[in-house]
């Protein structure tokens, strides 16, 4: 499969404990976004790299939220110090030069 | 912020036409109107996107008002497995989308 990849599936976590995901995108797309969605919502976006420079962040992506892409392939997002209120959806997406985005199948957390 | 509105929710009869409007008032003349739709448990599915005309493509069509501050997506013959949510998104921002239930 060479869809975009997100690892884990699912999480669970104690409220105040540190998260973090991956995202791999598709083989070459230079794009990257993060997004959040919570139950009967749509995905809110969250932030954006072109190749490994981090071009845009929403206001939602609070000081506990970091995001990294080093070289440009792989991401990640981090969440110190988790709240009941980050519990979400989280998916990533990525895309070449052309508007269409590739979402992955996303992860779940639940923070207790 | 750009912002879209959606009717919550739509039914369609299988082998119609489905007709998913949505409202972006605010959008800016440089701005693209994009459609994705997400069937449950699933990420964010791209359905089509145009700027001022009309588009087309092999799941569906994009008619945009003169003024730009409204489209509809035109699914032409709705299958069972059309059902799901349709998020019509300007500037990276998803409204809550259109529930389309397609029924036999």
């Known amino acids: 499969d060479t869809g975009v990849s997100q690892d884990p599936r699912h999480k669970i976590t104690k409220r105040g404990q540190n998260v973090t995901f991956r995202c791999d995108p598709i083989?070459?797309?230079?794009?990257l976004y993060w997004y959040r969605q919570t139950l009967g919502q749509g995905p809110e976006f969250l932030t954006y790299f072109q190749n490994e420079a981090q071009l845009e962040k929403s206001r939602l992506l609070s000081d506990r939220f970091s995001a990294e892409r080093p070289k440009g392939s792989f991401s990640t997002l981090e969440i110190q110090r988790t709240e009941q209120g980050d519990s979400a959806m989280y998916l990533c997406?990525?895309?070449?030069?052309?508007?269409?985005?590739?979402f992955g199948p996303g992860t779940r957390l639940t923070v207790l | 912020d750009a912002k879209t509105t959606q009717p919550p929710s739509m039914d369609c009869a299988e082998g119609r036409a489905a007709n998913l409007p949505c409202n972006h008032s605010?959008?800016?003349?440089?701005?693209?109107v994009y459609w994705y739709r997400q069937i449950h448990s699933q990420g964010p599915q791209y359905i089509i996107h145009g700027l001022k005309n009309n588009e087309t493509n092999e799941m569906a069509s994009l008619i945009i008002t003169e003024d730009r501050k409204s489209s509809t997506l035109i699914l032409p013959h709705a299958t069972l497995r059309d059902t799901a949510v349709y998020y019509c998104?300007?500037?990276?921002?998803f409204g809550q989308g259109t529930t389309l239930q397609v029924k036999p």
């Open positions: 083989s070459e797309h230079n794009r």
């Open positions: 997406a990525s895309s070449q030069l052309a508007p269409e985005q590739f």
């Open positions: 605010t959008i800016s003349g440089n701005e693209y």
């Open positions: 998104i300007v500037k990276l921002i």
